[in-house]
Nanobody
């Protein structure tokens, strides 16, 4: 069982930066692939970024490549999402997920989810 708590959201102007954190409690955090998803009002939840259990592999949605960076600190049971060059289209609730593998985390069953943190980017 893993519990996830996101933080770091807020209101920022376009072009600004935010760093989201996802703190995990429970056992075996370092064995899970981790991911960030987001959901804008009236839209489906969408994949943003994922990182392997070791941190050695990452993947990103095309919409955030070059602007967002995912990282993790297994000693602190925390995964981060550094968001630079924010645009209004990034406005959403951002969710952290823990799952079995880099390419499947957040899809199907056997995932853990946080409650989300709101990110609002003003133009």
């Amino acid at each position: 069982q893993v519990q996830l708590v996101e933080s770091g959201g807020g209101l920022v102007q376009a072009g600004g930066s935010l760093r989201l954190s996802c703190a995990a409690s429970g056992r075996h955090f370092s064995t899970y692939a981790m991911a960030w998803f987001r959901q804008a009002p009236g839209k489906e939840r969408e994949f943003v970024s994922a990182i392997s259990w070791s941190g050695g592999s990452t993947r990103y949605a095309d919409s955030v490549k070059g602007r967002f960076t995912i990282s993790r600190d297994n000693a602190k049971n925390t995964v981060y999402l550094q968001m630079n060059g924010l645009i209004p289209e990034d406005t959403a609730v951002y969710y952290c997920a823990a799952g079995v593998a880099l390419n499947t985390v957040g899809s199907g069953d056997n995932n853990y989810w946080g409650q989300g943190t709101q990110v609002t980017v003003s133009s």
